[in-house]
């Protein structure tokens, strides 16, 4: 094992207020000093996109697991920008697995393609796999049903807007006919 365990997580978890779209900031402190800050953002309940910045030493990390400027700085942006904080996760994990089992299995694909050096970073004895794949089962079957249940929730809203469209031009098809019967000069001019 690494010398770099134990290490600490922190996940900050906020909705917008329309409802749409959620930030998710989550805080990574390695007992070698090393730390990340991963952002993971998007359409609520999706994976999104993500993005990460990297720190090392105790001088660019997190003094006592408090949070470092770059995490209050986003914290203060998002609530600013109408985003309220709506969890709060503080984890200790052992090894990579734990590390990657608290992260889940919705954000550890996209954690994956868009930051897998970041695992690196934290521990230099992680082999990273490639850039758009994720060897565990259970994060594949994760998010395969998670994207599974997405396109069931776009099928369902696509039926429900052609219904809805149907019975608009039902109505005005309906409407039209009884105006062309209550007015018997219509179509003369």
């Given at each position: ?13 906020f909705d917008?207020?329309?409802g ?7 805080q990574?402190?390695m007992a070698?000093g090393?730390s990340?800050v991963f ?6 309940d ?7 910045d990297l720190?090392?030493g105790?001088?660019?990390?997190i003094a006592d697991?408090s949070p ?11 609530e ?5 904080q709506v969890?709060f ?10 590390l990657k ?14 930051c897998?050096?970041a695992f690196?970073?934290l521990?230099s004895e ?5 850039p ?5 089962p259970?994060?594949?079957e994760k998010a395969n049903?998670a ?6 929730d776009?099928q369902a809203r696509?039926?429900?807007a052609?219904?809805i ?5 039902e109505d ?12 018997s000069?219509w179509?003369k001019?």
């Amino acid at each position: 094992m690494s010398d770099c365990y134990p290490g600490k997580l922190q996940t900050w978890s906020f909705d917008h207020k329309g409802g749409t779209k959620s930030y998710h900031i989550t805080q990574v402190r390695m007992a070698s000093g090393n730390s990340a800050v991963f952002y993971r953002y998007g359409k609520k309940d999706a994976p999104g996109q993500a993005s990460v910045d990297l720190f090392v030493g105790e001088d660019d990390a997190i003094a006592d697991f408090s949070p470092n400027k770059a995490v209050d700085k986003k914290i203060r942006d998002k609530e600013a920008g109408g985003y309220q904080q709506v969890a709060f996760k503080h984890h200790d994990f052992e090894s990579m697995a734990k590390l990657k089992a608290l992260i889940g299995p919705i954000a550890l694909p996209v954690f994956i393609r868009a930051c897998g050096h970041a695992f690196a970073h934290l521990d230099s004895e992680y082999e990273q796999a490639a850039p758009t794949t994720v060897s565990d089962p259970y994060v594949n079957e994760k998010a395969n049903e998670a994207s599974a249940k997405r396109h069931r929730d776009a099928q369902a809203r696509t039926d429900m807007a052609r219904m809805i469209a149907e019975q608009k031009a039902e109505d005005e098809a309906k409407q039209l006919a009884e105006m062309r019967a209550r007015n018997s000069n219509w179509g003369k001019f």
